[in-house]
């Protein structure tokens, strides 16, 4: 780890390299978005490593508490992925021949608006879960289950699993 750590110093600021043991991480050393050594856990990683970064640099997971809110706010991301997955159902739905060409199209428009933020936050998901840190991987996986289990029990199982991409076939 230490290789690493020197690797990943800001060349700007290289104040707080020492640590005490309450530190979460090294708000010293550059922060990482990927772990390239595989998954970590917060039992495996030391106040000596690098802190996680999460979708934008100042997302930095530097203390417990921004780490547990991250757990909650993936959470929550994933039920949303899921609640747009339910609406984008409900739209086509009301989509036939029977109403009139403009509400169709006001429709259609919509669909395809919710299938581009399905597809955004599908991805920011996949990018979480990039990160290697076990306890945001599960934190997806949670949030889609409990997403799915709010919103899409009773619709149409898929042949696809990926969260950006549920529903194409319909």
């Not at 780890?1 to 050393?29: I, P, Q, Y």
């Not at 495996?44 to 809110?69: Q, Y």
């Not at 990039?130 to 042949?159: A, D, K, R, W």
Request: with cysteine; proline share 2%; charged share 20%.
């Amino acid at each position: 780890h230490d290789a690493t750590a020197r690797c990943l110093l800001n060349a700007t600021d290289r104040t707080d390299l020492t640590v005490s043991g309450e530190s979460f991480c090294n708000k010293g050393l550059r922060g990482i978005s990927m772990f390239m050594t595989g998954f970590q856990t917060v039992g495996t990683t030391t106040a000596n490593d690098p802190c996680v970064v999460i979708l934008f640099e100042k997302w930095r997971l530097d203390s417990s508490a921004k780490f547990i809110g991250a757990c909650f706010g993936t959470i929550a991301l994933g039920v949303v992925v899921e609640f747009v997955i339910y609406l984008r159902r409900r739209l086509a739905e009301r989509r036939n021949d029977d109403v009139r060409k403009w509400i169709n199209l006001v429709l259609t428009l919509s669909i395809a608006t919710m299938y581009g933020v399905q597809l955004t936050l599908g991805y920011m998901m996949m990018l979480i879960t990039m990160t290697y840190q076990v306890e945001l991987f599960c934190m997806v996986i949670v949030g889609l289950v409990m997403g799915h289990l709010m919103f899409n029990m009773q619709g149409p199982i898929s042949e696809k699993a990926e969260p950006c991409c549920v529903g194409i076939d319909e």
